[in-house]
């Protein structure tokens, strides 16, 4: 069975600072990955995914991920953060199957210090 | 992108009684259409598969009775929470998944619908 795990439930990081969040995957096959990042209140906004080709994957508002099979593990990276990335952020897993859904990690929520 | 659409974006009831919620895909046409629920400070939880002109596949532990599904076309599926409680209260996300897509069979998420019963 599909599962995601995100080891860390929350990081507190300081303004400028570089952001590494963690996703481990558990799939027989190839995996397709997605982060998603929600503000509270708010639905969940597609921040970048990846389904073949090249491994380091650029997402919107300047987010990277890159795929390493080896670990099973799909890591969300942001050279330098800005207050208004504080929010709640989502790894999740996909078949690509017609009739499955994604699977979610129980998230990592991020605080940004000044 | 495609859209997906839900209805209403937010919703207060009373204890006792239904509530429907609408998930539509915009432009494009989805025989698969799934639900979730959030609770606060967790993650999405699937409750169920909804399928196009058959009967809806839940997740263990999700009462069907309780939370009705109907994908009556293509494009709208809806889920009515029957005879609400406050343990109900939640963020339900609608999510559709796009088949012509290529190569990818992307799935479309909604803004969600925030039921709190009173």
């Known amino acids: 069975a599909q599962s995601v795990t995100q080891p860390d439930i929350h990081i507190t990081v300081s303004e400028g600072a570089s952001l590494e969040l963690r996703c481990n995957y558990s799939?027989?096959?190839?995996?397709?990955l997605f982060w998603y990042v929600q503000s509270p209140g708010q639905g969940l906004q597609l921040l970048l995914k990846?389904?073949?080709?090249?491994?380091l994957v650029q997402g919107i508002k300047g987010f990277e991920a890159e795929f390493k099979r080896s670990q099973s593990s799909f890591n969300l990276r942001k050279p330098s953060v800005h207050w208004s990335d504080a929010a709640e952020y989502f790894c999740?897993?996909?078949?690509?199957?017609?009739?499955?859904?994604?699977?979610f990690g129980k998230g990592t929520t991020l605080s940004v210090s000044s | 992108g495609a859209v997906v659409s839900q209805h209403p974006s937010r919703v207060i009831c009373k204890s006792g009684t239904s509530v429907k919620i609408e998930c539509r895909s915009l432009?494009?046409?989805?025989?698969?259409m799934f639900w979730y629920r959030q609770f606060p400070k967790q993650s999405l939880m699937l409750m169920a598969t909804?399928?196009?002109?058959?009967?809806?596949?839940?997740e263990q532990g999700v009462e069907k009775d309780k939370f009705l599904i109907n994908h009556a076309s293509l494009t709208l599926s809806t889920l009515t929470v029957t005879s609400a409680h406050p343990e109900d209260s939640s963020f339900y996300i609608c999510?559709?998944?796009?088949?012509?897509?290529?190569?990818?069979?992307?799935?479309?998420f909604g803004p969600g619908t925030r039921l709190t019963v009173t």
């Open positions: 432009d494009f046409q989805a025989t698969t």
């Open positions: 990846y389904f073949s080709g090249d491994t």
């Open positions: 799939y027989g096959a190839t995996p397709y």
């Open positions: 999740a897993v996909d078949s690509n199957q017609a009739g499955t859904a994604l699977i």
């Open positions: 999510s559709a998944r796009d088949q012509m897509g290529d190569p990818l069979y992307e799935q479309y």
């Open positions: 909804s399928n196009e002109g058959s009967k809806a596949t839940y």
